[in-house]
DNA sequence: AAGTGGTCTAGACCACGCG
DNA sequence: GCGTGGTCTAGACCACTTT
């Protein structure tokens, strides 16, 4: 009930601005944003305010400056998740595939969610939904995921670009992810993830439950991934 | 044998400077910078160029700012590494305690690292210790750990400030942890491991490799930790 | 009211990449 | 040589915290 009211900050207008545009693919991946003086002049503004905005989608991960040449549109490699299994990106030795194999469905929320959910969450039911993940054709992680339907309609699996939820939340509905908290552990298959992923029940499993945070208020994305780390190990950089 | 000439920037130096300051002790953790515009009559310059070096510090994660109030020394949080185990800060309700078991020593680099050496690491020496982290007097964490005796020397485990290696590279030889790669897994424990830590043998264990990057050129830390999570899982949060 | 950090203007010169 | 981003100056006003 209580509207907050927020001051306009010029370098905000125009950071949503290119970041609409970058989404919208008006600025496409691998591209170049106008000069930072071209900028300037369509918002009648100085190169400070500027390059605030640029610092801040620097930051989020759409673009990277490159010195004498301008500001480039990159693939956002943060919103993936901080953990990416050992050569799912750089590499070409790896053949990636994602196979929904649940939902997504409405039906209520799954105690297994080590996290607290909000209380919106928990009035709400939830969307879930199940998939596999292949390397070389051969079953890795199995991925288990919710959010609240209230935040967030059902996106039916036909509809995700390019197999991923992230870039179809990204693209086709302007939502980010702004970070992530995430529990790991070690323990043993159980039948279900055996059976999913190719392997003996009770062989040692890394276990992750993450929750990640999105632009959109109220939207929280959970999710339970096992990884048969056996082969293809859970991968993260980290630079200051 | 090649000098690289580095053009100063006036933001460096004034960033070095508080940077020393801080881990010298000076501007201890808790306390308050000097004003914005006190720095710059200091250093006989501007706001905006004193204003990119607290930028610099905030995201090294020396310093947090707040509003009508000031810019604050925190602790470090960054630089711990990523990964904590849960409860590792913030709660009071777990003692911490590491006891450090071999070494430090001199010795041959331990081919289960499997990140690849650089030519100056592998014609070095590498130093070795091991520590045993334990939570409410039980162990949960075995940590072996290398780096180039060519780098920097060996540090006797009595001088570890706090029991803390990290801690001692900062306050007493100002090198700071940049970044780090890991690998994480999940296997079954050996018998050290499960003697270390007080469990049975085949039990999962999160097994991560890490590569620590220092300020130091050509310093690296080497880490191979096996995490009992039954009781105490791994956490980390990522913001954009 | 005074002091702090946050935003913004209107300039300037430098270092880098490329044709 | 020209255009790009990187650094820096010398101001101004605003928002927030504290006295």
């Not at 500001?71 to 790896?94: A, H, M, N, Q, W």
Request: glycine share 8%; charged share 25%.
């Amino acid at each position: 009930m209580k509207a907050r009211k927020i001051k306009n900050r010029k370098y905000h207008t125009i950071q949503d601005f290119i970041r609409k545009r970058i989404q919208g693919g008006t600025y496409p991946v691998g591209s170049y944003l106008p000069s930072e003086n071209e900028i300037c002049g369509q918002f009648s503004t100085t190169r400070t305010t500027v390059r605030k905005a640029l610092d801040e989608l620097l930051k989020e991960g759409f673009i990277e400056k490159e010195q004498g040449k301008g500001s480039k549109v990159v693939e956002r490699r943060k919103s993936l998740g901080l953990l990416t299994v050992k050569g799912f990106s750089g590499s070409i030795d790896y053949e990636v595939k994602t196979i929904v194999t649940k939902g997504p469905k409405i039906t209520q929320w799954d105690p297994i969610i080590p996290f607290a959910l909000t209380e919106e969450e928990k009035k709400s039911d939830c969307v879930y939904f199940q998939r596999v993940r292949h390397i070389n054709d051969r079953p890795v992680v199995l991925e288990n995921n919710w959010y609240a339907n209230d935040a967030l309609q059902v996106i039916d699996s036909g509809e995700f670009i390019e197999g991923s939820f992230f870039k179809t939340l990204s693209q086709a509905y302007f939502i980010e992810v702004m970070g992530a908290e995430q529990e790991l552990r070690s323990i043993p298959a159980s039948q279900e993830v055996a059976k999913n992923l190719g392997i003996q029940e009770g062989i040692p499993i890394l276990h992750i439950s993450v929750r990640f945070r999105t632009s959109k208020p109220g939207l929280n994305l959970y999710g339970d991934l096992y990884c048969n780390t056996t082969d293809y190990p859970i991968r993260n950089s980290y630079f200051l």
